[in-house]
């Protein structure tokens, strides 16, 4: 499993994976055709398959949150980037 599809994959994990590093993941996220952007209010606009999804960064760690995993594991869902749609 490539090191992309293993940070796509740790998103649909259970339980939640709270040590999501976000830079690598929207770096995968990238990878895989989303166009990122980081705002000034630090959270990153993700563009993928036509539909935007934003979501706050965190402050104190480089980790996700709970509650932001699971907004990004349906984000994901509902753009078809799940890891059994990953070569």
């Known amino acids: 499993m490539s090191k992309h599809k293993a ?3 740790k ?4 339980p939640i994976s709270t040590n999501i590093d976000y830079k ?3 770096k995968a996220l990238e990878h895989y055709g989303a166009e ?3 705002t000034k209010e630090h959270h990153a606009k993700i ?4 539909k935007m999804f ?3 960064l965190p402050h104190r760690d480089h980790a996700l ?3 932001t995993v699971v907004e990004v594991r349906h984000f994901l869902e509902e753009v078809g980037l799940t890891p059994d749609s990953i070569e």
């Open 7 to 9: 940070k796509i994959a």
């Open 11 to 14: 998103v649909f994990e259970h």
């Open 24 to 26: 690598k993941f929207l």
């Open 36 to 38: 990122v952007e980081i």
């Open 47 to 50: 563009h993928l398959n036509s």
């Open 54 to 56: 934003s979501m706050a």
């Open 65 to 67: 949150s709970k509650d």
